[in-house]
């Protein structure tokens, strides 16, 4: 669990720069944009992703556990919560409302991309880095809501939960 304390003030720094932008999604953007410049393409969410598998893969054998995915939450959780604390999503439209960070209209909302329902593919209560990395382009056409091929602040904001 070394590196989950790590990970945690690593995001509570992020939530924190956030919180003084007003520009939607600039948590999620400053998490993800390696090359700064405004946008997240396919490659940098598989690099993210694979980076997020690495580091709750707690035993390193390519499975996300059902307590390595509670972690996960956990960490997340966290950075949801930093967020509300800063005011970071604001004027009420919040994630976990919707289809932010929650459920939404029938279908995976943003954060449920990331979850072990949307992930464990064939249903044995265990992710593996394959089912992971495997759901990337699903998760992708999910934050991409005008379908530029790119995650942009255009992306988020009023009418794009």
Known sequence: MK??????AAIALGSVAYAQQTVPGGHFIENWDFNEDGQVTKE???E???DIFTTFDENDDGILSASDYAAFDEARA???ESMQQGGGMGQGKGMGQGRGMGKGGGEYGRGEGMTMQFNDVNGDGQ???EEFMGRTDDWYAMMDKNGDGTIT???FG????
């Open 48 to 50: 993210r992703r694979g």
């Open 158 to 161: 009023r009418g794009n939960n």
């Open 3 to 8: 590196r989950i304390p790590l990970l945690i």
């Open 127 to 129: 992710v593996s880095r």
């Open 44 to 46: 940098e969410a598989v």
């Open 153 to 155: 602040a255009d992306d």
């Open 78 to 80: 966290a950075d949801h």
